[in-house]
């Protein structure tokens, strides 16, 4: 299930819950610009102060000058309940520095909600980290379960170097959406799906796709007007009017609730629905923006694998919690117990780890493979594979001494499928 501090209200989410949405306010922050898929209504302009609608934003944020931004928002809006990743593109074409900004915003801001919203074509690989982190509510936009439908609302669809088009493309969209918002369910984390209605393309499917999203667990069905945007395919489109809108609305909550108070937010909305505030914070996130990168962020812990808390005598691939030391003094000091990724997720789970232990300078383990090896090293934090007493690695690590004496060679015995199924020597 979804990994949730307790002190997380999970009602106070002002587009899951219209009751509360004069009452709490959401941010999005704007850390995912690139997008694998190119909807014919889509114009993803930046900073463009007199456009509110999704794909625009100010500007683009790495994860640092997010966490920096997020604090700036709560002092100037303490309203805020809930962080999300929006776009301008999709979040899961920028899965690093989306992850990277939800460890960093669960560590630091452990009550706020957090939400992501996406085309579900990347996301699927994800969900359990997503749900690890914390993220307890996301969007994915559904336009139809047809693909002969379907196929003309998408120019292209990019699955890593491949790009699809027509009916190819449509198919694969909708499969990688059903295996996603399966998958979120299964993890418990509530799901809403956004249909956007296109008069003379989609809208006649509207109904069909919310009663199949009613049998895959989903939770909630925003049906969505079409807004013209100049310079797409659909720019001559007429935008749904509100008649047309409530019917199939009405028809859609035979099925599952629907959402009728949502406000087609900016990438980088901040504040409460209707009342957006991102024009008075653009230069706040402006200056975020223009904040360098810290090359030398703080790592003060150690991440060890450990079955009792004395050895380290765990491999990377079989350690489902590590623990988390930190030096005081010339004692070490056990500051909390972090869950590992679930095993299996191969080059994947090493990635999420990267992310999990970004605050610590080095991960102890009897054993890692090269692969994962690389992957820590890379990320800045020293793989160290030891046998032996906790305190004398991290007295070794601390005091800056040579690690050489701890490095062993990954077992070659298990061949090379752990490296592809995240267990065995890792």
């Not at 704007?30 to 190119?38: D, E, M, T, Y």
């Not at 690093?96 to 915003?105: G, I, S």
């Not at 006649?204 to 079409?226: E, I, Q, R, S, Y």
Request: hydrophobic share 35%.
């Amino acid at each position: 299930m979804t990994t949730l501090p307790p002190s997380v209200d999970l009602s106070r989410h002002p587009c899951f819950n219209a009751k509360v949405q004069g009452k709490f306010g959401r941010v999005h922050l704007p850390v995912a610009p690139k997008c694998n898929i190119k909807c014919n209504y889509c114009n993803r302009k930046y900073d463009c102060v007199n456009e509110s609608r999704p794909g625009v934003t100010s500007t683009i944020l790495n994860p640092e000058q997010a966490l920096d931004y997020m604090e700036k928002v709560l002092i100037a809006e303490p309203r805020i309940s809930v962080a999300g990743i929006a776009g301008p593109g999709d979040p899961f074409a920028n899965a690093d520095a989306t992850l990277t900004t939800m460890q960093l915003l669960r560590q630091k801001y452990p009550d706020l909600i957090l939400c992501l919203s996406s085309n579900g074509l990347g996301l699927a690989p994800h969900v359990d980290e997503v749900a690890d982190i914390g993220v307890s509510h996301v969007t994915v936009t559904v336009n139809g379960i047809d693909p002969e439908i379907t196929k003309n609302i998408y120019t292209f669809v990019k699955d890593g170097n491949v790009i699809y088009r027509h009916v190819q493309a449509a198919e694969l969209l909708i499969a990688r959406q059903i295996k996603a918002i399966e998958k979120l369910k299964s993890r418990g984390v509530t799901v809403k799906v956004n249909f956007i209605a296109i008069p003379g393309v989609n809208d006649h499917h509207a109904v069909t796709t919310a009663k199949a999203m009613a049998k895959l667990g989903v939770d909630l069905f925003n049906c969505m007007a079409m807004l013209p945007n100049a310079g797409t395919p659909f720019e001559d489109v007429i935008e749904p009017d509100k008649p047309m809108m409530n019917s199939l609305r009405n028809k859609c909550e035979k099925h599952l609730p629907q959402m009728r108070h949502c406000k087609r937010c900016r990438a980088d909305a901040v504040g409460m629905l209707g009342k957006d505030k991102s024009g008075e914070m653009a230069g706040c996130l402006k200056a975020c923006a223009t904040m360098p990168a810290k090359t030398d962020k703080p790592r003060p812990y150690v991440a060890v694998a450990s079955l009792e808390g004395m050895l380290v005598n765990q491999h990377l691939g079989e350690t489902t919690n590590f623990l988390i030391y930190k030096q005081e003094g010339k004692e070490f000091t056990l500051v909390e117990e972090r869950a590992a990724p679930i095993p299996g997720g191969g080059i994947g789970r090493w990635q999420a780890m990267t992310r999990l232990f970004h605050d610590c300078r080095a991960i102890m383990v009897s054993e890692m493979g090269e692969s994962p090896r690389g992957i820590f090293e890379k990320a800045g934090i020293t793989p160290v594979t030891m046998s032996g007493f906790i305190d004398a690695g991290l007295k070794a690590i601390y005091e800056g001494n040579d690690l050489s004496i701890f490095k062993r060679r990954a077992k070659k015995s298990c061949g090379s499928s752990c490296l592809g199924t995240g267990t065995g020597c890792g």
